[in-house]
Each structure stands twice: as C-alpha cells, then as structure tokens.
C-alpha cells in the first residue's frame, strides 16, 4: 500500500533519501564506473601531454600546428567526461579516437591513437552505465546495488 510519502513507506520510519545527482556518483556502489570515468580522462590528459611534447618539438620546424589542435580537443573533451560524467562526451572521444587511429594509419601506414580509444570505450561503457543507474533512482527511487 503506497504510504503519503509514496510507495513503500508508511511513516513509522525515516523516510528514504533524496540525492542528487552529484551525491548520487559519489555512493560506494558507483565507485568502480566513476572511476573507470576518472582513468579515461586522465588517459586524454596524458595523450594531450605527449602531443603537448610532440607537437612542440616538431611543429616550430614543419609549421603544423594541428597538434595543439588535438592537444585542446582532448583535454576539452577530457575535462567534460570528468566534470560531468557525459554520455555525449564519451561518444565524442571515442569517434575522435576512431578518427585519429585512421588518419594516422592513412598518413604513416602505423596505427596511432589506441589508447585515446581505449579511453573512449572505458568512457562510453562506463557514462552510460552512470546514465542509465541514475534515470532508474530518478524513476523509481532504487539505489543500485
């Protein structure tokens, strides 16, 4: 019998817990994919770190700078996935991964990039996993387990 508080308490004790969506990431349950989050943006910091390096070591000479193109994306990108754990952002790095493994590959005959798609999928399996626990408290109240 739905209680006045809604379905499931009756008043006799403390009812549940509201979170938001910030407490929400931060229960113990959640900790294996908001890290797994956290790694892949740390993964696209290291990578812009080392194009940081190359780009500057190689553009002053050839006069490319689309190293400190990549260098902005991925740590934008990186900031957004870390920030707000978002779906869309993961998504992004993970074609922009798929986008540099195949220009690279077309450019030097060598695959580059991988770990920026690793990151991209741990991102992507780890935000939506997030996503989808968050819209089921949001709908019915149920803390994962």
């Not at 990578?47 to 006069?63: D, I, K, W």
């Amino acid at each position: 019998m739905a209680g006045e508080y809604g379905y499931g308490w009756n008043g006799n004790e403390e009812p549940p817990k509201e979170y938001a969506q910030k407490e929400f990431y931060e229960l113990p349950q959640l900790r294996k994919y908001v890290s797994s989050v956290k790694n892949a943006a740390i993964i696209c910091f290291i990578c812009a770190g080392v194009t940081l390096l190359a780009s500057v070591f190689t553009a002053f000479g050839s006069g490319s700078f689309f190293g400190f193109i990549d260098v902005v994306l991925l740590v934008v990108i990186g900031i957004l996935i870390l920030r707000t754990r978002s779906f869309v952002a993961s998504v992004i790095l993970l074609m922009y991964g798929i986008y540099n493994l195949v220009i690279m590959f077309l450019q030097t005959g060598k695959p580059g990039g991988i770990l920026i798609i690793i990151a991209g999928i741990y991102a992507v399996i780890s935000t939506r996993k997030l996503e989808k626990m968050w819209k089921d408290y949001c709908a019915t109240g149920n803390i994962p387990e």
